[in-house]
C-alpha cells in the first residue's frame, strides 16, 4: 500500500483523470508539492495527464466508430471549429492545457481531427507540467490542510461527474457493444 504522498500513487492519480473520469488535480498537485520538489510533481504529473490524454484518445477513437458520433464530424459547426482548430492546435492546446480556460473541448477536437498523438502528448505535457509546477510550489509554500484539500476535491468532482453522465454512459455502451462483438465472432469461429 502506497502513502497518500507517494509519487507512485500520485502518478496513477493523474493517469485516470479522464475527460470521461473527470478527477480534481489541481488540490493533488497542491498536496504533493508539500511532500516533494515541485520539479518532480510536475515532471510526474506531467507524464501521468500525458497517458491519460492517450487514454482518453483511445476511448474517442473508438467511439467515433460508432455512426451517431462519426455524423458529428460531418456538421458544419464541427468542420469550422475544426479548421480553426487545424491552424492553432499545437499552440491552442498548450494554452488551454496550463490556464484555467477549458482544455477538454480542445483536446476532444485533437482526437476527432486525429491529431499526431505525439504532438497531442507533447502539447499536453509542455501545457501541464508548467501548470503543475506552480501548483506544486503553492504548496510548498503554503500548508493547506489535507481535509481542506479532500473537500475541494468533492466540490469539484461532483459537478464534473454529473456534468459527464451521458458522456460516461456512451463510453460504457460503446465498450460493451465491443466486448459483445468480439464473443459473437469468437463464438462463430468456434
Known sequence: MTHPDSLFGYFFYM????????????????????????????LVGGIGSCLAGLIDYSVVSLLLRLKKLSRLQQSKVYKKYGNVFRKFAFWGMIITAFTPIPFDPIKLMAITARYDKVK???????????????????????????????????VLFIPALWKSRGEIKVAFAAVGQNLRQRRVGKQEEN
Open 15 to 42: 493517469s485516470v483523470a479522464l475527460t470521461f473520469f473527470p478527477l480534481p488535480t489541481p488540490p493533488v498537485v497542491v498536496y504533493m508539492g508539500e511532500y516533494h520538489p515541485a520539479f518532480l510533481v510536475a
Open 120 to 154: 497531442y502528448t507533447s502539447a499536453i505535457f509542455l501545457g501541464r507540467a508548467p501548470r503543475y509546477f506552480i501548483l506544486a510550489k503553492l504548496g510548498s509554500m503554503w500548508h493547506i490542510p489535507p481535509l481542506v484539500l479532500l473537500l475541494i476535491i468533492i
